[in-house]
């Protein structure tokens, strides 16, 4: 495709000449899959061309909380911001977005937009600063004339312990309009979930605006972009295609890194869901790089899943509406709930945020060495720490680096490491946590845990120990826990209350004697 319409036979020549290899050599650089979790992985490969294959894979999301407050029956998006989560209801609801304690299962506040009208709300966004509200669902008969989104700035929501019902002022709330391109205009009326130009799913990315239809006639989603983040009346421009074989409800993006999520259900027999989890890709577009379908559940575990959104780089939520049907003399119900999702196992730690080559933390004689490589000079490089995964605090900052490397003293059981820079003064970017853990002490070794909540240990020594265990997911969230009891020395076998753990990795706790240890620990199938 880099020659001239008269270079069309060496073209020809030169790809008959390497058709019997998987990848071809361009101007020194190799194309193919770049994805160990693939089938088809080259690791010779330096460019990304989107050939990556998967194995089938199925994935239960565990269930957080059984259900959501009775004020969301039909959460129909959902949004990480400040720590919280944020929903909506579907059309016809109230104009407000809503504040969720997840321990508790309440609403702890209810901010309504002044002016706005919940016509079809399907998608909420925040690109660190602002709310953006997509009012854009449109399968009742395709023919809207007033797609917009409501955009509103965070810090216009005052604090939810002394303002539990709030307003944002009418004056601070922006809207953006939009037609789509290839439809025509004015938009001729069809019958219901029949058009291609309904839309679910959005978010903000390189200050630009998102959107993924949920295409009901070709069962794909054709990737539209808005090409500001401003007020105004805009059209919508189609960029590519994913066929998919369901419909999307929902998509997030990892702030600063090339990995994305979609979400959907197929609208026919059991209605199975799905995830699509995007990454590697490219030149703004999201479908040129991996492309990882996830089989979920059908309806009848998921109810009907419209929400999904990212709380760090690889841990996230999904919610559903509440989801009722009549089979013959039978009624089904799904509660609305939050479950919870991790890519550990679906996208690989190999896919780094752009301009970051390599980030390794080396444990070395109770030091941690930290390294970094990028592929070109980056400004306000910021090394941070965190203790928990989540809360991150300062090391160190750097100016004008491109490589270096930084020795660090742990101060806490479990150390998590990342990297915060700017480029050229631009948007601020993260590489993934990595997470480097004490042993624990006291004669404990050959942890092993399972899937099924089996933790094996062998106590050395010989003199039995007191021992209390805690695992705890990367997030924070406890997990299991096990009552303190006294172990004797050799190999000892216990079973956490919930049996089923889903991580992949997790950190796991241990108390005795007053004092508290923590590894972070695979969990083996």
């Given at each position: 495709m880099y020659f001239k319409k008269n270079?069309?036979?060496?073209?020809?020549?030169?790809?008959?000449?390497?058709?019997?290899?998987?990848?071809?050599?361009?101007?020194?650089?190799?194309?193919?899959?770049?994805?160990?979790?693939?089938?088809n992985y080259n690791a010779q490969a330096s460019i990304n061309d989107g050939s990556c294959t998967y194995n089938v894979t199925t994935y239960t999301p565990p269930v957080q909380v059984d259900s959501i407050s009775p004020v969301l029956l039909e959460t129909s998006g959902l949004q990480m911001a400040g720590d919280f989560l944020w929903s909506f209801n579907d059309g016809g609801g109230q104009a407000a977005i809503y504040r969720i304690d997840t321990i508790t299962n309440t609403i702890l506040q209810t901010v309504t937009l002044t002016g706005a009208t919940n016509v079809d709300w399907e998608a909420l966004e925040f690109d660190g600063t602002h709310f953006y509200v997509g009012d854009f669902g449109n399968n009742a008969n395709g023919a809207r004339t007033d797609l917009k989104i409501y955009k509103f700035p965070f810090s216009a929501i005052p604090n939810y312990t002394t303002n539990p019902n709030s307003t944002i002022p009418l004056a601070q709330i922006e809207v953006i309009n939009f037609i789509y391109s290839d439809q025509v205009q004015p938009p001729v009326p069809l019958t219901a979930n029949n058009t291609k130009f309904d839309c679910e799913a959005m978010f903000v990315?390189?200050?630009?605006?998102?959107?993924?239809?949920?295409?009901?006639?070709?069962?794909?989603?054709?990737?539209?972009?808005?090409?500001?983040?401003?007020?105004?009346?805009?059209?919508?421009i189609p960029s590519e295609t994913l066929s998919t074989n369901y419909l999307v409800t929902d998509a997030d993006k990892v702030a600063d890194q090339s990995v994305v999520a979609l979400l959907g259900y197929q609208n026919s027999g059991t209605a199975n869901h799905f995830i699509h989890f995007l990454s590697d890709f490219s030149a703004g577009l999201y479908f040129n790089g991996n492309k990882r379908r996830i089989d979920l559940p059908d309806a009848i575990t998921m109810g009907q899943a419209e929400g999904i959104t990212y709380r760090n780089s690889t841990y996230g939520y999904i919610s559903n509406e509440k989801f009722t049907r009549t089979v013959g003399s039978f009624t089904i119900t799904v509660n609305q709930k939050l479950r919870s999702f991790n890519t550990n196992n679906f996208v690989s730690p190999s896919v780094l945020p752009l301009d970051l080559r390599q980030f390794n933390v080396v444990n070395n004689q109770g030091t941690h060495k930290i390294s970094w490589t990028f592929d070109s000079k980056v400004d306000n490089v910021e090394l941070q720490v965190s203790n928990n995964g989540v809360n991150f605090n300062s090391l160190m900052t750097y100016n004008n680096s491109i490589t270096d490397a930084f020795i660090v003293k742990p101060t806490s059981p479990v150390n998590c490491y990342r990297l915060l820079w700017q480029k050229n003064g631009g948007a601020t970017h993260y590489s993934n946590n990595v997470c480097i853990s004490a042993e624990i002490k006291n004669a404990v070794s050959k942890l092993l845990l399972r899937a099924n909540g089996e933790l094996s240990f062998v106590l050395d020594g010989n003199q039995p120990e007191y021992y209390a265990f805690k695992l705890i997911s990367t997030d924070g969230k406890l997990l299991a826990e096990t009552q303190g009891r006294t172990y004797n020395p050799g190999l000892n076998r216990i079973r956490f209350s919930n049996n089923a753990i889903v991580n992949s990795v997790v950190f796991l706790t241990a108390v005795s004697n007053g004092e508290q240890q923590t590894k972070l620990l695979p969990v083996n199938k």
């Amino acid at each position: 495709m880099y020659f001239k319409k008269n270079k069309q036979f060496f073209i020809l020549a030169t790809l008959i000449w390497f058709g019997s290899f998987n990848s071809i050599s361009v101007f020194g650089q190799s194309t193919g899959c770049r994805d160990p979790y693939a089938n088809n992985y080259n690791a010779q490969a330096s460019i990304n061309d989107g050939s990556c294959t998967y194995n089938v894979t199925t994935y239960t999301p565990p269930v957080q909380v059984d259900s959501i407050s009775p004020v969301l029956l039909e959460t129909s998006g959902l949004q990480m911001a400040g720590d919280f989560l944020w929903s909506f209801n579907d059309g016809g609801g109230q104009a407000a977005i809503y504040r969720i304690d997840t321990i508790t299962n309440t609403i702890l506040q209810t901010v309504t937009l002044t002016g706005a009208t919940n016509v079809d709300w399907e998608a909420l966004e925040f690109d660190g600063t602002h709310f953006y509200v997509g009012d854009f669902g449109n399968n009742a008969n395709g023919a809207r004339t007033d797609l917009k989104i409501y955009k509103f700035p965070f810090s216009a929501i005052p604090n939810y312990t002394t303002n539990p019902n709030s307003t944002i002022p009418l004056a601070q709330i922006e809207v953006i309009n939009f037609i789509y391109s290839d439809q025509v205009q004015p938009p001729v009326p069809l019958t219901a979930n029949n058009t291609k130009f309904d839309c679910e799913a959005m978010f903000v990315d390189a200050g630009k605006i998102h959107l993924f239809t949920k295409n009901w006639v070709e069962v794909n989603t054709t990737h539209y972009i808005l090409p500001s983040t401003l007020a105004g009346t805009y059209t919508a421009i189609p960029s590519e295609t994913l066929s998919t074989n369901y419909l999307v409800t929902d998509a997030d993006k990892v702030a600063d890194q090339s990995v994305v999520a979609l979400l959907g259900y197929q609208n026919s027999g059991t209605a199975n869901h799905f995830i699509h989890f995007l990454s590697d890709f490219s030149a703004g577009l999201y479908f040129n790089g991996n492309k990882r379908r996830i089989d979920l559940p059908d309806a009848i575990t998921m109810g009907q899943a419209e929400g999904i959104t990212y709380r760090n780089s690889t841990y996230g939520y999904i919610s559903n509406e509440k989801f009722t049907r009549t089979v013959g003399s039978f009624t089904i119900t799904v509660n609305q709930k939050l479950r919870s999702f991790n890519t550990n196992n679906f996208v690989s730690p190999s896919v780094l945020p752009l301009d970051l080559r390599q980030f390794n933390v080396v444990n070395n004689q109770g030091t941690h060495k930290i390294s970094w490589t990028f592929d070109s000079k980056v400004d306000n490089v910021e090394l941070q720490v965190s203790n928990n995964g989540v809360n991150f605090n300062s090391l160190m900052t750097y100016n004008n680096s491109i490589t270096d490397a930084f020795i660090v003293k742990p101060t806490s059981p479990v150390n998590c490491y990342r990297l915060l820079w700017q480029k050229n003064g631009g948007a601020t970017h993260y590489s993934n946590n990595v997470c480097i853990s004490a042993e624990i002490k006291n004669a404990v070794s050959k942890l092993l845990l399972r899937a099924n909540g089996e933790l094996s240990f062998v106590l050395d020594g010989n003199q039995p120990e007191y021992y209390a265990f805690k695992l705890i997911s990367t997030d924070g969230k406890l997990l299991a826990e096990t009552q303190g009891r006294t172990y004797n020395p050799g190999l000892n076998r216990i079973r956490f209350s919930n049996n089923a753990i889903v991580n992949s990795v997790v950190f796991l706790t241990a108390v005795s004697n007053g004092e508290q240890q923590t590894k972070l620990l695979p969990v083996n199938k």
